[in-house]
């Protein structure tokens, strides 16, 4: 029986053509991934960026709401032993954040139901592995109290009212922070970590951060236009217009 050799060989090309195709394909899809990656990753990031500015705008619209019910009052920084968040969800005027159990096994960092007071952006404030007993409430942005004199964000000091600014767009209301506290009462203020970090902003944003002035706009800060930080007793970026009287 005769044999046919140039049968045998195109068989075998065809093969070999076909292994060096899925080659090539995989070599592309390759490429094409680490090139899209980065670009996926800084997209993910710039939604998480806008997710805090929308945020901020509605806490805004929530105070809003706040000084509508309360005869143009202000919600005060820290009143009746509560930070103005917590002051805002008494009177039903910001949605609630759930709190977290710091006690649970695994579960740390900021709880998923937050809410809008919680920047999407913003990383763990402590350990897993602290053992104290709390419950921790969530929050990322700071309430700033500079414009009626004090140099922490937490100000014990009476509210003012919203017509009595000079110029409420020039005025910071909240903004993004890199601040939590220690406590262990049940429930506490925030999530708590150790008492080593200081009153400053958090440019967490792509080397920016976002605030919300008292008439609701949003925009952002770099930190060439904050020159100190909050904590600093001469600062005047927070605060550059006071009050009409």
């Excluded at 060989?9 to 899809?29: D, H, Q």
């Excluded at 929050?139 to 110029?167: I, Q």
Aim: proline share 6%; hydrophobic share 40%; net charge neutral.
């Amino acid at each position: 029986m005769p044999i046919h050799p140039t049968h045998l060989s195109k068989r075998s090309s065809a093969c070999a053509f076909t292994l060096i195709e899925l080659l090539v394909v995989i070599s592309i899809i390759s490429l094409l991934v680490a090139i899209l990656l980065p670009a996926l990753g800084q997209a993910r990031k710039q939604a998480r960026s806008i997710q805090c500015a929308t945020n901020l705008r509605q806490v805004a619209l929530c105070a809003a709401g706040y000084m509508a019910d309360q005869k143009d009052w202000v919600p005060p920084a820290y009143g009746g032993g509560m930070p103005w968040y917590q002051v805002m969800w008494k009177s039903g005027h910001l949605p609630k954040a759930s709190g977290i159990n710091g006690n649970a096994p695994g579960q740390g960092g900021y709880d998923k139901s937050a809410g809008i007071i919680k920047c999407p952006e913003a990383l763990l404030k402590y350990e897993t592995s602290q053992s104290q007993a709390y419950w921790g409430y969530n929050n990322s942005y700071f309430y700033n109290k500079r414009w009626v004199g004090s140099k922490h964000v937490w100000y014990y000091g009476e509210s003012y009212k919203f017509l009595e600014m000079a110029k409420p767009s020039d005025i910071v209301f909240l903004m993004d922070h890199n601040f939590t506290n220690v406590n262990t009462n049940d429930p506490a203020d925030e999530a708590p970590i150790y008492w080593n970090c200081p009153e400053i902003i958090d440019f967490r944003h792509n080397n920016i951060a976002w605030y919300v002035a008292w008439d609701g706009h949003t925009d952002t800060a770099r930190p060439e236009d904050v020159t100190e930080t909050i904590a600093s007793t001469d600062t005047d970026w927070m605060k550059r217009h006071f009050w009409k009287r």
